[in-house]
């Protein structure tokens, strides 16, 4: 599609969310955090430029709108995701076992679920590395403990059934102690490395973990819940996708990534030993 008619329906559609809603374009501008001189900017047909995303992900939350028909892609304006504050997801006030990701991982009980980590695989992290990695962002390292203890006692349950896919310089990167990880000390990352190395021969092959070339393939941090729903994880917020097509897409993305790994599941356990950590 052409950058002008992109341009023009994404205009068209504002319109016709402005006109729907009722509210004056001072109240619309506030409510998808932007300010009223901006949206007549948008709204005058004068430039093809389109907001920043995060303002197409608010207007697309606020009037419960899928992106694909904000931008003209789609003539289907149902949503098909939504928005979650990461802390909803990961912390509860009733504590961890009353958290959405413990829902949606007993709703997948029986299926398979598939997850590509930010970092590493959580249930194979050591407190250690834990306490250090929340440190950076301010967080309570005891909610993550929690965490990575509910996904290791899931992983253990009779039935489960969990891939993971992440790029093999990471494992690298960890122990060389670079990037993120420079100022963990050695023997804190070597810990980790045989914490790991365990856990993934103790759990295979109701977990297992696929390593591939970081150089050839990219992809961000998601997990898909079974048939059910996929979260991308984006910072401090999830997108939440509940259309089957939606998690259709994100699981052949996910076969893409098992197709072309280096270092197949049954061999990582054995691979992570011969990292050479400084």
Same mark, same amino acid.
């Given at each position: 599609m052409?950058?002008?008619d992109?341009?023009r329906?994404f205009q068209e *559609?504002?319109k ?5 809603s009722?509210?004056?374009?001072? +109240?619309?501008a506030?409510s998808?955090?932007i ?10 047909g004068?430039s093809?430029r ?8 608010n ?5 419960? =709108?899928?992106l694909?028909w904000?931008?003209g892609?789609s003539q289907?304006?149902g949503?098909?995701?939504e928005?979650r504050? +990461?802390?909803?997801?990961? %912390? ?14 007993? %709703?997948a009980?029986?299926s398979?679920? *598939?997850y590509?980590?930010?970092?590493f695989?959580?249930?194979? *992290?050591?407190r250690a ?9 301010? #967080? ?21 059934d969990? %891939?993971?896919?992440m790029?093999?310089? #990471? ?15 050695r023997s804190? #990352? ?15 092959? +109701? ?7 970081g150089?050839?393939?990219? +992809?961000v941090?998601?997990?898909?819940f079974g ?13 939440v ?5 939606? =998690?259709l897409t994100?699981?052949?993305?996910f076969?893409?990534?098992?197709r072309?790994?280096k270092?197949n ?12 950590? =400084?």
């Amino acid at each position: 599609m052409d950058k002008r008619d992109l341009s023009r329906l994404f205009q068209e *559609r504002v319109k016709s969310l402005l006109l729907r809603s009722g509210d004056n374009q001072s +109240s619309f501008a506030a409510s998808v955090g932007i300010d009223r001189s901006a949206l007549s900017q948008l709204l005058s047909g004068q430039s093809t430029r389109l907001p920043r995303v995060e303002t197409l992900l608010n207007i697309a939350e606020r009037y419960g =709108v899928s992106l694909d028909w904000l931008l003209g892609l789609s003539q289907d304006e149902g949503i098909i995701g939504e928005l979650r504050p +990461s802390l909803e997801i990961e %912390e509860g006030v009733d504590g961890f076992e009353q958290t959405l990701l413990v829902r949606w991982h007993a %709703e997948a009980t029986g299926s398979k679920i *598939r997850y590509v980590p930010a970092r590493f695989p959580d249930l194979l *992290r050591t407190r250690a590395v834990i306490a250090y990695e929340t440190s950076m962002v301010h #967080r309570d390292p005891a909610t993550q403990i929690s965490e990575t203890a509910f996904r290791l006692d899931y992983n253990r349950q009779p039935g489960t059934d969990m %891939e993971v896919c992440m790029p093999f310089q #990471r494992l690298q990167d960890f122990a060389a102690g670079c990037g993120i990880w420079s100022d963990l000390p050695r023997s804190v #990352r070597l810990q980790q490395l045989e914490h790991m190395a365990v856990l993934l021969d103790e759990l295979y092959p +109701s977990f297992r973990l696929y390593l591939f070339d970081g150089r050839e393939r990219y +992809s961000v941090p998601y997990t898909v819940f079974g048939p059910y729903r996929a979260a991308i994880f984006v910072g401090e917020m999830y997108l939440v996708l509940n259309t089957t097509e939606a =998690v259709l897409t994100l699981q052949r993305h996910f076969d893409g990534l098992i197709r072309v790994a280096k270092i197949n599941a049954h061999e990582v356990a054995a691979y992570i030993p011969s990292l050479k950590v =400084v």
